[in-house]
């Protein structure tokens, strides 16, 4: 089948020219990520890394992050994405846990801490993995010290370079959620996982309202990867990156970027709306056409308050990382009701068990269980964990909740103990 790497080919075939990211103001072309990542790409698989191999990306937001997200995948290696808030003893379970063969991180000339981290983490781990730094400014010269930078291989001439040929069952990313035993649990997603719910979740939105999509946090989970950084790259947005979590910082892009698009946790938008200051509104009011959320519910104040202050609804949406994200999503017609998160979307579908395995009615409460081209892998080398959650090709989401009357789907609450805590999800025997 198609790599999904070569969705940034396809684009940059056909709009060469158009901006693909923009990035503290500068603009990159299609053509100018696509040569990015080719180089990246070559310097992989010059060194061995190729098909087989899994990649740890570990990066805070700049254009060489989507450049490298896109030649991991190009390669034919699979992408491991990988916070990098994380401490060591993460970093060092993560290389181990994952067979990491490669690892691209964030660095840049007077700012080591994070390679510095990942190089004490692959000592602890006691695998031999080669670390090559991603600078802020693709124009920076080599990270002086140990760590190697990526910079020399933007320059070599390889803008036609093909992706490497894949499968359906062949595992594009690797992406982490919690366990019940604390242990963070390797989510395989496969080429066909991403191309199958790429398809499904195109018509979803208004595209013409997705234009400039804000980029900001990080890549390593599925939600970001497929909304912001898959589907813009797709369809040829723009992708408008914003390293900062500051709210007056995240509004002052938002304004002079023209962005149109969001798609970010609650806790993000109560953020924003905590920012006392409206020089910024008008101009984001003038362009902001489509909020979308996920991850954990918010309350009826931020909705009221975000419509009032900015003119667009949030809407509430629901997925997993095991279902490469999205299994139901809301329409502005639904209007805001607590607790629930849209209809199940074309092309999934989604059951209410009781405790004995048979299916609930309309109305009756129960676990939520998904069957969908999207359905992961499994975990990985986890086969334990993987046949407690899947059945006859149907995922297990641990999540309580109901199909009401209008075929809304509805979040109850969880079956075991998992908390959120702003963007991350905890688990407390991890506390």
């Known amino acids: 089948m198609h790599n999904v790497g070569g969705y940034l080919d396809s684009t940059a075939f056909r709009c060469p020219d158009a901006t693909a990211v923009r990035d503290r103001g500068r603009s990159f072309s299609y053509s100018q990520v696509q040569r990015m990542a080719n180089g990246i790409m070559v310097?992989?698989?010059?060194?061995?890394?190729g098909r087989g191999s899994r990649v740890a990306l570990c990066c805070s937001l700049r254009v060489g992050q989507i450049a490298a997200f896109f030649a991991i995948l190009k390669s034919g290696a699979t992408l491991v994405g990988a916070d990098h808030n994380w401490t060591r003893r993460d970093h060092a379970e993560m290389i181990v846990d994952c067979k990491i063969d490669a690892i691209l991180c964030s660095a840049d000339p007077h700012d080591?801490?994070?390679a510095e981290t990942i190089a004490a983490a692959v000592?602890?781990?006691?695998?031999?993995?080669?670390?090559?730094?991603?600078?802020?400014?693709?124009?920076?010269?080599?990270v002086s010290g140990e760590f190697a930078s990526v910079e020399p291989w933007y320059s070599g001439r390889v803008a036609d370079?093909?992706?490497?040929?894949?499968?359906?069952?062949?595992?594009?990313?690797?992406?982490?959620?919690?366990?019940?035993?604390?242990?963070?649990?390797?989510?395989?997603l496969t080429?066909?996982?991403?191309?199958?719910?790429?398809?499904?979740?195109?018509?979803?939105?208004?595209?013409?309202a997705c234009r400039r999509r804000l980029g900001s946090g990080d890549y390593e989970g599925i939600m970001a990867q497929l909304f912001l950084l898959l589907l813009p790259i797709f369809m040829g947005d723009t992708i408008v990156l914003c390293e900062s979590r500051d709210p007056e910082e995240?509004?002052?892009?938002?304004?002079?970027?023209?962005?149109?698009?969001?798609?970010?946790?609650?806790?993000?938008?109560?953020?924003?709306?905590?920012y006392p200051g409206r020089q910024f509104d008008e101009a984001i009011r003038k362009n902001l056409q489509l909020c979308v959320t996920g991850g954990a519910a918010f309350p009826e104040t931020w909705y009221e308050?975000?419509?009032?202050?900015?003119?667009?609804?949030?809407?509430?949406?629901?997925?997993?990382t095991e279902t490469t994200t999205c299994v139901s999503w809301c329409l502005e017609r639904d209007g805001y009701v607590r607790g629930k998160v849209g209809r199940p979307v074309p092309g999934v579908k989604v059951r209410i068990l009781a405790e004995d395995g048979s299916i609930r009615p309309v109305g009756a409460e129960g676990e939520i269980v998904v069957s969908s081209p999207g359905v992961m892998k499994g975990y990985f080398e986890m086969p334990v964990e993987t046949a407690r959650v899947l059945h006859d090709g149907w995922y297990r989401t641990g999540d309580l909740g109901l199909i009401d009357t209008d075929g809304q789907l509805v979040i109850m609450g969880r079956l075991d103990d998992k908390i959120m805590s702003g963007y991350y999800r905890i688990d407390p025997t991890a506390v």
Request: charged share 15%; glycine share 10%.
């Open 43 to 49: 310097g992989l698989l010059t060194n061995g890394i």
């Open 250 to 274: 995240v509004l002052r892009i938002m304004a002079s970027e023209g962005v149109t698009y969001m798609v970010e946790m609650s806790v993000f938008y109560h953020n924003v709306l905590t």
């Open 112 to 114: 080591t801490r994070l």
């Open 161 to 188: 370079l093909p992706a490497a040929p894949v499968t359906t069952e062949d595992v594009a990313t690797i992406a982490f959620t919690s366990g019940t035993t604390g242990r963070r649990k390797g989510v395989q």
């Open 191 to 208: 080429h066909g996982n991403i191309a199958a719910m790429t398809l499904i979740t195109l018509p979803l939105a208004d595209w013409s």
């Open 123 to 142: 000592r602890e781990s006691g695998r031999s993995v080669p670390i090559w730094t991603i600078p802020k400014n693709p124009d920076d010269s080599s």
């Open 305 to 320: 308050a975000f419509l009032e202050r900015f003119g667009v609804p949030i809407l509430p949406g629901y997925g997993a």
